[in-house]
């Protein structure tokens, strides 16, 4: 590895801030990290902690409101040559086949076509892809169109690799072996990068690869911890010390103890993760069950349920804010009313449910409350969405309405028709 | 072979929400027409040039004329595909041409074509006096008014519907602006505007064969093609010229079909989205003649270098800073944008109020009686074929065999320039002593319903089988199968026939409610027959008057009754 430790990349003070009518939506707040040559870092956080944002603001994909970028201690506004990019959906070009979608980016720099056609075939090779050259996307199997991503990047020769999520979209074996390749041309040096930075919502998976990870808090975004990963690789998952840190940064993604409070707008405009029932449920009757008995450890529940982390923590808040479960340290502990509704059956559990619904999450108690005082007993949504996106993004007014839209569905707390777009009160007195 | 979209059809952005643009817009539009009439009406051209060699029914002079016709055509779509490219762009990229393109096109759209030809024929003859040229022009000019909306609205749309995450892998590998439009931005649109020049291609036949043999005032202008020879057979009362300009009709439309669209259907097939491989990837005997022959081959290596070379052209200067702030820039820019427009709205819409201004306010409801009377009509028709074609076009989609070697056919119908077959209508309706008022009116709907058909078979082929045998196996039969599974199933593909079937038929009224065949005269109570009649007369007034009328009959209904259709399918009956 290579011994100096020069600053490749540095972020100072960076902040990004989307105007509302009613104030600022602040995504991320006062950021600041290093990346140093011969490091991988991790940039992991809940969703909401604006990881992906952060990574598209280096890579100049998207304006930040205020900071620095320094890149090899120059400041960078804008895409910058040295730094490449590797995205989760892969963004390969359709119509361009496998060299052609590896040479595009020499193309764009005006590499003559002779040497732009060497080098990519280089890449390929290196990566693993010899023998698909002339193949289109279409033809290739995840895996392999994530190597593509992965030449295309390395064949412009970067100093900084940039990576969003990359291997998301992959099956876990393929995912794993694609991490384990690429781990393995980096400690050999075989690639021209000198440092990674890679946003991942995989605990285990930033863990096996970082050399060192920085946590994102959420609303808003900002650095929570920077944990050093000291172990050698290759990395054995199942080490006490491996599962000590996964456990570690688990407590440190359930720490800030009421994990909903926000520090802007009125409660109604708090962001609520579009969580369907089914999964609350089957969490709340898993935790119950043997061997948990009401307490669990997070990491262990997520083995044991096949989620990930950031699949599990929206949950697991979800069911701490309707007060049925607490969470903490890492563990998820169920309240006597959480304990009753994994024993109840389905119309108590709806009884429960719906009082829980209306006492903790103000959305739905202010929906039940304009539908009542209606004579028509019914609102459109335009209204509630209105009110929230003051204060929230679009996307995220929609999907709270839309977690309020379930919850209340499956509470009966109040009927929607989502023709006419239009909540009522109807059926569910009646 | 099926070269239907197969995604849902998204919703055409010209069926956008009503809003003041579409005022500005309109006034503009009408405001041209009348400009083109108050250019057109003074000029005197002397017409005689084309008439030294008149058209002949002799069978061997169609081919020649089967060229020129065709040779148009592939002009018309030409210069389509160029003013798709630099208007659709426009409105893509630029936040303020935008705003006024959209509902400008959407009323251009449906301004009905034959209505104005007279009018654009002397405005071209002006421009080219003593010269084919100017009539060559007009036909050409007429066929692209048919022919170039909905490729501007596909590819705009393709233009702003540009995945995401490509556009950020563009951005991160610093392709330019132009790199990323031939690279990106293209590609992306390629087979919605290669399906959408077929569409337009089909509909262009119709104009042709009007637009050949155009009478202006007392003067008859017949350019050699198929157009005019089957109004010569029609003035000769000639059954069997029409009998052989339909067959050579259909050799045209099949070779063109074969040596051209095909190719490019097949073609195209590579830059469409998609995880997976199509599980029938459209295919042409051509393309993969041309692809494995080594000499075409080699002899399309420089060709492609070159375009590769213009594709990644990148510039070497940049333009220099304007001194101004960008805020101050912008609104600089701001007023003096919107400041043209507004008065070249108000200028349009004083021209065209002045223009009508002569017509007493009861002729102007007469022409708006008129008006219902022939939406009377396009609405019971279309009923009537939605009736007859929707049940057929699902039982035709779910026998794949058979759909795949139909689809084609309704391709072809819908291709098929109906206007051709009116004067045997006229030979039936006198022969059978009918009331035109009601027995013209099928003509308006002779060539659209196809749209209909074509685009529920391809609707029905694409329900997923385990739908089709979900019913089956909960035992859904007769009407509730009808009602619960196949309609909504299809509903979107209906719908969307149904909007292309709507304008077509519309256009169509103008050369179907007054029909002719030698010396008799038919003619319906219509708008159509209306703007046809004063045509005849030279009435510029009242062409305008009938023109403006019908536009906004077919933009009102866009707004008020396809649009909430258009939500409704995307809503509630997609199926994923």
Known sequence: MNPETEPLLELQGVRKIFPKAAGELVVLDDISLTVRSGEIVGLLGRSGSGKSTLLRGIAGLMPLTAG??????????????????????????????????????????????????????????????????????????????????????????????????????????????????????????????????????????????????????????????????????????????????VEDIYALLTARAPLTTRAFGPPIAQHLRQVSTNVLAGLLETVAAAPYGGRADLPEVAEDVQLEADELLPAAEALQMLGLAEVAAGDIVLTPAGRDYAEADTQARKRIFSEHLLACVPLVAHIRGVLATRPSQEAPRVRFEAELEDHLSEDYARETLNAAIEWGRYAELFAYDDQSGRFSLEDVTA | MRRTNRRFPPLPVWLGRPNRWDLVAGALVFGALAAIIVVARDMRMPLEMLDTTPIVLDPAALPGYAARTTLRMFAALALSLGFTFGVATLAAKNRRAEKILLPLLDILQSVPVLGYLSFTVLLFLSLFPGSVLGAELAAIFAIFTSQVWNMIFSLYQSLRTVPHDMEEAATAFHLTAWQRFWRLEVPFAVPGLVWNMMMSMSGGWFFVVAAEAIAVGTHTIDLPGIGSYVALAIAERDL???????????????????????????????????????????????????????????????????????????????????????????????????????????????????????????????????????????????????????????????????????????????????????????????????????????????????????????????????????????????????????????????????????????????????????????????????????????????????????????????????????????????VR
Request: proline share 6%.
């Open chain 1, 68 to 245: 620095r970028i320094l890149y090899r201690g120059s400041a960078i506004s804008g895409p910058t040559p040295g730094i490449a990019m590797v995205f989760q959906s892969f963004a390969l070009f359709p119509w361009l086949t496998v060299l052609g979608n590896v040479e595009l980016g020499l193309h764009a720099l005006g590499v003559p076509a002779q040497e732009a056609s060497r080098r990519a075939l280089a890449a390929i090779d290196l990566i693993g892809l010899d023998g698909f050259e002339t193949a289109y996307p279409r033809e290739l199997s995840g895996g392999m169109r994530q190597r593509v991503g992965f030449a295309r990047a390395l064949v412009v020769e970067p100093t900084l690799l940039l990576m969003d999520e990359p291997f998301s979209a992959l099956d876990v074996l393929t995912a794993e072996t694609l991490r384990t390749d690429f781990l393995d041309l980096w400690l050999e040096g075989q690639m021209p990068i000198r440092g990674v930075l890679m946003v991942t919502h995989n605990i285990e998976e930033a863990v096996f690869m970082c050399d060192r990870v920085v946590v994102l808090a959420a609303n808003p975004g900002r650095v929570q911890a920077e944990i050093p990963i000291p172990l050698p690789h290759p990395r054995d998952r199942l080490a006490p010390a491996f599962r000590q840190i």
């Open chain 2, 240 to 574: 069997g010229a029409v009998g052989a300009a339909l067959l050579a009709m259909l050799i045209v439309i099949g070779l063109y079909d074969q040596l051209m669209f095909r190719p490019l259907v097949a073609w195209s097939d590579k830059f469409r989205l998609g995880e997976t491989a199509a599980v029938e990837t459209p295919r042409s005997w051509l393309l993969t003649l041309l692809r494995r022959t080594h000499l075409v081959r080699s002899a399309g290596v420089p060709l492609r270098r070159h375009a590769h070379a213009i594709a990644m052209w990148r510039p070497t200067w940049r333009p220099p800073a304007v001194p101004l702030s960008r805020a101050t820039r912008t609104r600089i820019a701001d007023a003096l944008y919107y400041g043209t427009l507004a008065a070249l709205a108000l200028t349009g819409a004083g021209l065209a109020v002045s223009l009508i201004a002569g017509i007493g306010i009861a002729e102007i409801l007469h022409v708006l009686r008129l008006g219902f009377f022939t939406l009377l009509r396009v609405a019971l028709l279309m009923a009537i074929a939605l009736a007859v074609w929707v049940p057929l076009g699902v039982l035709i989609g779910l026998r794949p065999r058979l759909a795949e070697r139909l689809q084609p056919v309704a391709q072809f119908l819908a291709a098929f320039p109906a206007n051709l077959l009116f004067p045997l209508a006229v030979v039936g309706i006198v022969h059978f002593r009918l009331d035109p008022d009601i027995w013209l009116s099928p003509l308006m709907l002779l060539g659209a319903q196809w749209y209909i058909l074509f685009n529920v078979i391809a609707g029905a082929s694409t329900v997923p089988n385990d739908l089709v045998e979900a019913a089956r196996s909960f035992h859904v039969r007769g009407w509730l199968w009808w009602r619960k599974v196949m309609l909504p199933a299809v509903f979107p593909y209906a719908v969307t026939g149904a909007l292309t079937a709507w304008g077509g038929a519309w256009n169509a009224s103008i050369v179907a409610e007054a029909v002719r065949w030698g010396d008799t005269h038919l003619v319906a109570q219509g708008l159509g027959a209306y703007i046809t009649l004063h045509t005849e007369a030279g009435d510029h007034a009242r062409i305008a008057l009938g023109v403006i009328v019908m536009c906004l009959f077919v933009v009102i209904l866009n707004r008020l009754l396809w649009r909430p259709l258009y939500d409704a399918a995307a809503r509630r009956f997609q």
